[in-house]
C-alpha cells in the first residue's frame, strides 16, 4: 500500500514531465487510430461498392459497334457492357452525361431516387453541391429541360477526372446520370465499353485474351485501359495505401521516442533511490515488488494515453471520411474500425513502454541489498567519451556544457532523435506544399501551342491551318506494368512543344528525349536504352535516350513522329490529335477530348489545394507540440538532476541569468545538429514514400525543398527552444542556495 501512494507522490511531483510524456503516447494512438480507421474504413468502402457494383476491369473504344456480345462475354469468361457518354456545357463547369450500365459499372443512388421518368438525371454529389443545387431542381442542357431527383456514385468515376490522363478534376466538372431514352436527344454522344472479368484470378491474362479476341475478329481498339492504371478508380487507392503504409511507422516512431526518454527518467529515479532500494530490499521486499512499483509508472502513462489517443481519433474518423468522399465519390454506408487496430492503440505503447523499462530497471534491481545502500548508483561516473574528449582544454562555461550532456549520452540521443523528427514532420509538410505547387505551376509550362485536341481514331491525312500533328502511345516499361506512360511523336521542326536541358538549351526533336520527372522515376540518363511494350497491342520497342528535359510536366518520351509510326506499325503522317494556338473548327464527334494548357488555374481542384493547405497547417501545429515537448522533458530533467549543482553555483555567488545560460544553453548544438539532421531524413523518407505511392497511382511529385521553406522551418524550432528554454528557466530560478546544504545534511 505504501508503495502505491509513492507512484502518485512520484508523478506529483513531476508532473510538467509526465503530461508531456502522456501527450506523446496521445498523439501516437491518435494518429495510429485515425490513419487505421480512415485506410480501413475507406478501404472496406471502396471494396464493398466495387465489388458489389462491378467495377470495370478495362474500358475501351471500338471502331465499330461490338457485334454479339453475348457471344465476346462466353468465349472470354467475362461481362461486356456499354455506355453512352457526352459532355455538356453549363454554367461554371461542364457537365459529363453517362447512359446508366447493367452488367459494369452499375450505379448507386447516394440520395434521393432513381431514373423512373423521362428528363429524370442525377448527378454527383460533388457537382451537386458545388453549383448549389437540389432535389427537385430543374437544369437545361443543350435546350432540354432535366429533373434532378438525386445524386448518383459510379464504380468507374469514383475520382472524377474528365479526361484519363488528368492528374485532378477540372473545377466545376461532374457527371450526371440521364435514361437511354433520354440520350436521344444527343446523338453525337460517344459509345464506350467496359469488361468485367467473372474470374478474379489472373484478370490482366484475361483482359489480354479479350484484347487479342477483339482483334482477331476485325475490331481496332482505342484508349484500352486497365483498372489498376485508370486514376478514376487507382487514385483513391493510392489515398488507402498512403493511411495504411503511414499508420503504424509514425505510432512506432512516437512511441520508440516515448521509451527512449521513459527509460533515461526511470534509469535516473531508480539510481537516485539505490539506497531506499537497498533499504527495502533488507527489509523483505522483493525484486518482483519494486520492479512492479517503478514499472507501474510507464503502464499508468502509456494506457491513460493509448485510451485516450484511441478514444478521441475514433470519431475523427467519420469526418475525415466525409473530407475524402467530398473528392472520391463513394456511397458511405458505414464506418469500420478493425478490432486489432483499436486493441493496438492501446496495447502498442504499452508493451513498448512496459518493455523498455523493465530492461532498464534490470540493470539496477538485480544489485544486491549491500552493493545498492552504498549509494554507488548516485554517483556519477566519467565515461571513456568524457575521458577521451580532454575537457580540461576548455574555459570553464564550454567544458560545463560539454559534460552536461555527454554525461547523460540516451538524454543526449533522446534530444537528438527527438528535435530531428519534429524538424522533419516540419520539413515534409512545407516541402509536400511546395512541391505540389511546383508541379502545378510547371504543367504546361512546355506547350508553346497550349490547345491539345485529341482524336477518338488514328488520323491520315492534312492537319487543320496553323496546328501541328502528333501521336502517342499509352506505354510501360517491360516488366513494370504500373510505370505507366505515353510515348508521343513530334515533328521534327516542332514549335508547339518546347524542350530544354538542365542547362536551359534547346534539345533537338530529331533524337528520343524524355522528361526529368519519368527518368528519375526510371533510373535513366542519357545513352541509356529503355525497353518499351505498348499498352494498347502489347508490341515491344527499345529506344535510346537522347536527351532529359528539365521539366517537371508529366511522365513522357518524345521521339521523331516518322520513327513513332514507323515501330508502331502506323501508316507515315498518321496522327492521335492536334497541338494548336488558336481554337480549331473540328467535328466534335471526331474528338475525344480537348484541354486547354493555358487555363491549368481552372483545372486545379479547389477541395484538393484546401486539404493541402489544411494538411501542412496540421503538420506545423503537430510538429511545433512534438519538438516543444521533447525539448521540454530533456531539459527540465537537466534541470532536476542539477539541481545540487544549481544551487551551489548560486552559493558561489552566479546570477540567475549566468546559471541558465549554463544550463539551458548546453543543448543549442544538439538541437541545431537536430534540425539539419532532420532535413536528410525528411528527403529520404519522402522519396521513399511516393515512389511507393507512385507505383500504386502512377503519379511522381518529386520532393522539392525550397530554401525559404527550410529558413522558416528552422527559425519556428528555435523559436520552439526558446520558449521552451523560458518555461524551464522559471523552473530554474525557484531552485534555492539551500538545495545544496539540504543534499550535503542527507
Not at 453525337?188 to 484475361?206: C, G, Q, W
Not at 558561489?652 to 544538439?670: C, D, H, M, Q
Amino acid at each position: 500500500m505504501a508503495l502505491r501512494k509513492r507512484v502518485w507522490r512520484i508523478i506529483k511531483e513531476n508532473k510538467g514531465r509526465y503530461i508531456g510524456i502522456f501527450i506523446l503516447i496521445f498523439l501516437g494512438s491518435f494518429y495510429f487510430i485515425g490513419a487505421s480507421g480512415v485506410g480501413s474504413s475507406l478501404g472496406n468502402l471502396v471494396t464493398d461498392f466495387t465489388e458489389k457494383n462491378k467495377q470495370e476491369d478495362i474500358t475501351f473504344k471500338s471502331n465499330k459497334p461490338l457485334e454479339n456480345i453475348s457471344e465476346l462475354e462466353r468465349e472470354s469468361d467475362a461481362l461486356i457492357d456499354v455506355y453512352r457518354l457526352y459532355d455538356v456545357k453549363v454554367s461554371n463547369g461542364e457537365l459529363r452525361l453517362l447512359s446508366p450500365s447493367m452488367k459494369v459499372n452499375i450505379s448507386s443512388v447516394t440520395s434521393g431516387r432513381g431514373l423512373k421518368n423521362p428528363g429524370d438525371i442525377l448527378l454527383d454529389p460533388k457537382f451537386f453541391q458545388m453549383h448549389k443545387l437540389k432535389i427537385g431542381d430543374q437544369m437545361k442542357l443543350n435546350g432540354k429541360i432535366f429533373n434532378i431527383v438525386g445524386t448518383v456514385a459510379i464504380p468507374n468515376y469514383i475520382y472524377i477526372l474528365k479526361n484519363v490522363y488528368d492528374t485532378y478534376p477540372p473545377n466545376g466538372f461532374g457527371i450526371g446520370l440521364i435514361s437511354d431514352t433520354d440520350f436521344k436527344a444527343f446523338p453525337e454522344a460517344t459509345t464506350v465499353y467496359s469488361a468485367y472479368m467473372k474470374d478474379r484470378e489472373n484478370v490482366k491474362a484475361k483482359a489480354a485474351n479479350l484484347y487479342g479476341l477483339l482483334t482477331k475478329k476485325g475490331y481496332s481498339l482505342s484508349e484500352w485501359l486497365n483498372a489498376d492504371t485508370n486514376a478514376r478508380i487507382a487514385m483513391v487507392r493510392g489515398s488507402i495505401e498512403g493511411a495504411n503504409t503511414l499508420g503504424a511507422p509514425v505510432a512506432v516512431s512516437v512511441f520508440l521516442l516515448c521509451c527512449l526518454i521513459l527509460g533515461v527518467m526511470i534509469l535516473r529515479m531508480v539510481k537516485s533511490d539505490g539506497v531506499v532500494i537497498g533499504t527495502l530490499y533488507a527489509q523483505g521486499y522483493r525484486r518482483g515488488e519494486l520492479t512492479r512499483h517503478y514499472i507501474a509508472i510507464p503502464v499508468l502513462l502509456s494506457a491513460a494515453g493509448g485510451l485516450a489517443g484511441t478514444l478521441l481519433a475514433l470519431p475523427i474518423v467519420g469526418p475525415v471520411i466525409d473530407l475524402l468522399t467530398s473528392s472520391y465519390n463513394v456511397p458511405v454506408t458505414g464506418l469500420s474500425f478493425p478490432p486489432l487496430s483499436v486493441a493496438l492503440g492501446v496495447l502498442m505503447p504499452m508493451a513498448l513502454l512496459s518493455l523498455s523499462s523493465y530492461f532498464v530497471l534490470s540493470r539496477v534491481l538485480r544489485k544486491s541489498a549491500a552493493e545498492l545502500m552504498k549509494g554507488d548508483e548516485q554517483k556519477t561516473k566519467v565515461s571513456l567519451l568524457e575521458r577521451g574528449l580532454r575537457l580540461e582544454r576548455f574555459k570553464f562555461a564550454a567544458k560545463f556544457k560539454l559534460r552536461e550532456q555527454i554525461r547523460s549520452i540516451p538524454r543526449l540521443l533522446f534530444l537528438l532523435l527527438g528535435v530531428s523528427a519534429a524538424s522533419m514532420l516540419l520539413l515534409f509538410g512545407f516541402t509536400v506544399n511546395n512541391s505540389f505547387n511546383v508541379l502545378m505551376d510547371s504543367a504546361g509550362t512546355d506547350r508553346y501551342f497550349p490547345l491539345e485536341y485529341a482524336f477518338k481514331e488514328i488520323q491520315h491525312g492534312a492537319v487543320p491551318k496553323g496546328s501541328e500533328q502528333f501521336n502517342a502511345i499509352r506505354s510501360y516499361p517491360k516488366g513494370n506494368e504500373r510505370a505507366e506512360f505515353y510515348v508521343v511523336g513530334l515533328e521534327s521542326d516542332s514549335i508547339g512543344i518546347t524542350m530544354h536541358d538542365s542547362n536551359g538549351n534547346n534539345l533537338p526533336k530529331n533524337q528520343v528525349n524524355i522528361t526529368y520527372l519519368l527518368a528519375n522515376r526510371l533510373g535513366l540518363k542519357v545513352g541509356d536504352r529503355l525497353n518499351i511494350v505498348s499498352k494498347v497491342d502489347g508490341k515491344s520497342f527499345s529506344l535510346k535516350i537522347g536527351g532529359i528535359a528539365d521539366t517537371y510536366s508529366g511522365q513522357y518520351i518524345y521521339m521523331p513522329l516518322d520513327e513513332l509510326n514507323r515501330i508502331s506499325g502506323n501508316k507515315p503522317g498518321s496522327y492521335i490529335g492536334v497541338l494548336s494556338k488558336n481554337k480549331l473548327d473540328i467535328d466534335r464527334n471526331l474528338l475525344a477530348g480537348v484541354k486547354d494548357m493555358s487555363k491549368l488555374d481552372e483545372m486545379a481542384d479547389t477541395s484538393t489545394s484546401m486539404t493541402m493547405t489544411g494538411s501542412v497547417v496540421l503538420i506545423t501545429i503537430v510538429s511545433s507540440l512534438t519538438g516543444a515537448i521533447i525539448i521540454f522533458l530533456v531539459t527540465s530533467m537537466m534541470i532536476e538532476e542539477s539541481r545540487s549543482t544549481i544551487s551551489l553555483m548560486k552559493v558561489f555567488g552566479y546570477r540567475g541569468k549566468e546559471v541558465a545560460k549554463l544550463i539551458l544553453n548546453s543543448s543549442t548544438p544538439v538541437v541545431f545538429i537536430g534540425f539539419w539532421l532532420g532535413l536528410p531524413l525528411m528527403l529520404a523518407v519522402g522519396n521513399t514514400l511516393y515512389g511507393y505511392l507512385g507505383e500504386q497511382i502512377n503519379m511522381v511529385m518529386p520532393m522539392i525543398v525550397n530554401p525559404w521553406y527550410v529558413l522558416i522551418s528552422f527559425v519556428m524550432i528555435f523559436a520552439v527552444y526558446e520558449v521552451t528554454k523560458w518555461l524551464c528557466g522559471r523552473k530554474l530560478a525557484k531552485i534555492s542556495m539551500s538545495e545544496v546544504l539540504k543534499a550535503g545534511t542527507e
